[in-house]
């Protein structure tokens, strides 16, 4: 994909922390998918992993997201930090990231495991707890499904 640049640089998110911050609290992400010039959007809760630079999503087994990913691994997801509206002001102070990478489905019991820790880690205050509610055995990680996201390339962007 071509490299655009951003039309206002100086609202461009470039610190390396900043964006690890904003992925690592992010809870959701809005994944763009597309198969035979057809257009899916989807919103996902959400895991950042900093050691794989990936987010992790938790998924049935089944559905209209696992044909288009099937068809094609491509995504693009964006993940936002609202702060809200200013009244009076016509803007409105945020900040946002758009990743671009392959999506994959998760298949190995262990990577699965290692999965759904890290986003449950990022979603609750216990994972240990819901994990616990859910998961009463290893059979029972083949009735879901865990995505996968690598983050090969994105930008971030704030308005204050």
Avoid: W
Avoid at 47 to 57: A, H, P
């Amino acid at each position: 994909m071509a490299k655009y640049h951003m039309n206002k640089s100086e609202r461009e998110i470039k610190d390396r922390a900043e964006i690890s911050r904003l992925l690592k609290r992010g809870k959701y992400a809005t994944i763009a998918l597309c198969r035979d010039n057809e257009p899916y959007i989807v919103t996902l809760s959400c895991g950042y992993d900093e050691e794989t630079e990936s987010l992790y999503f938790h998924s049935a087994l089944k559905g209209l997201k696992i044909d288009f990913l099937k068809s094609n691994p491509a995504a693009c997801a964006t993940i936002i930090e609202d702060r809200g509206y200013v009244k009076n002001d016509c803007r409105h102070e945020y900040s946002s990231l758009v990743i671009f990478g392959k999506m994959e489905i998760i298949e190995g019991l262990e990577d699965k495991k290692r999965a759904l820790e890290i986003l449950l880690k990022q979603l609750e205050d216990d994972p240990g707890a819901m994990k616990e509610r859910f998961i009463k055995n290893e059979a029972q990680y083949g009735s879901f499904c865990m995505l996968k996201l690598k983050v090969e390339h994105l930008t971030g962007k704030s308005g204050s």
